[in-house]
């Protein structure tokens, strides 16, 4: 889900998801998907379910919610209004597992296809 956690610690980062908002990889945009180039926010970001909007930043979470549940989510937001169902739902999938692969906490970032852990900041 969306954090605002370690928020500025990478050189552009921006997160205008709502905090604590589910979110999913939504991959490159169709302008990256045209010419090949992660030229855009896209690269960088996840976005939200419910708003569609991006954030750099999203930390695992351990919600009381099953995968169908986060399916129906994604298919209800407005992230993906007017992609088809099996799309959304397989999109959904997909996130679901990327978030199996860290612990509870961790916070992810993105760079264009590869996902990592951030380096947990001292406070
Ligand atoms: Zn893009």
Do not use: N
């Amino acid at each position: 889900m969306a954090t605002r956690k370690t928020q500025g610690s990478r050189e552009g980062d921006f997160s205008r998801t709502i905090e604590g908002e589910l979110v999913f990889d939504a991959g490159p945009c169709t302008g990256v998907a045209d010419d090949g180039e992660w030229d855009c926010e896209c690269s960088i970001a996840f976005r939200g379910v419910a708003t569609g909007e991006l954030t750099t930043t999203a930390v695992v979470a351990d919600l009381p919610m099953r995968l169908k549940e986060y399916q129906e989510a994604v298919c209800d937001g407005l992230a993906l209004k007017g992609v088809c169902s099996d799309c959304a739902l397989e999109c959904a999938r997909a996130a679901w597992k990327l978030a199996m692969r860290w612990p509870t906490g961790t916070v992810i970032e993105r760079h264009q296809t590869r996902f990592a852990p951030r380096q947990r900041q001292q406070s």
